[in-house]
């Protein structure tokens, strides 16, 4: 079945750029996402690329997709204290409205 | 974006009584709504899927018996967990899917989740 992999943990110092990677497996990927969850909270979407992208840009934040590999990876700028939270890789395949989370990135940002 | 209101925030309640969630969509119909469990510091769990009107479709290994849901109308969908246990205890999450119109793709939007404590 569909499988999405990311590293469970990443320390960067504040001001640093952060880069968190993840893996899928469903080549038939359409959407590939980018949630953050900070402490006893829901998902908040942060970014999304549509497969047929390799790039996407949104003021601090820059996502790269390499399909080929089913790599995608988040890149945030100028990281702040107040980023650190968990990052979930997430992907939604041809089945439908499914998205199939990994299992998040703990980022913690030290001041 | 699209906002997403997930009632109560947190619940304690006695082993053997039932807990119902509310997840309500607040600026868009929900065509489809999906209720995730998380156990601490691991991903989310699909449990199921809802499409409104229609029976729910339930994930390999959830008893649907357990975790009744309903999804009455665009939206509002429930989520009853009947006869609570403590290992019922969990963070559940609701996600609701749509049109809403702002042709940014069919990404789902989150409420803020359930913290259930069975005691």
């Known amino acids: 079945g569909e499988d999405v992999e990311q590293s469970l943990f990443l320390s960067v110092r504040e001001g640093d750029s952060s880069v968190i990677n993840c893996t899928y497996t469903?080549?038939?990927?359409?959407?590939l996402y980018w949630y953050k969850q900070e402490p006893g909270a829901g998902l908040q979407l942060l970014t999304y690329?549509?497969?047929?992208?390799d790039m996407k840009q949104d003021q601090r934040l820059t996502v790269l997709l390499n399909k080929k590999d089913k790599h995608l990876s988040l890149r945030i700028a100028d990281t702040q204290t107040g980023d650190s939270a968990i990052y979930f890789c997430?992907?939604?395949?041809?089945?439908?409205?499914?998205?199939?989370f990994g299992a998040g990135t703990r980022l913690f940002v030290k001041a | 974006g699209a906002v997403v209101s997930q009632h109560p925030s947190w619940v304690i309640c006695k082993s053997g009584t039932s807990v119902k969630i509310e997840c309500r969509s607040l600026?868009?119909?929900?065509?489809?709504m999906f209720w995730y469990r998380q156990f601490p510091k691991q991903s989310l769990m699909l449990m199921a899927t809802s499409n409104e009107g229609s029976k729910a479709t339930y994930e390999q290994g959830v008893e649907k018996d357990k975790f009744l849901i309903n999804h009455a109308s665009l939206t509002l969908s429930t989520l009853t967990v009947t006869s609570a246990h403590p290992e019922d205890s969990s963070f559940y999450i609701c996600s609701a899917s749509g049109n809403i119109g702002q042709g940014e793709g069919t990404e789902a939007f989150f409420g803020q989740g359930t913290r259930l404590t069975v005691v």
């Open positions: 997430a992907e939604k395949g041809t089945g439908g409205f499914k998205t199939i």
């Open positions: 690329i549509f497969s047929n992208m």
């Open positions: 600026d868009f119909q929900a065509t489809t």
């Open positions: 469903d080549s038939s990927s359409t959407y």
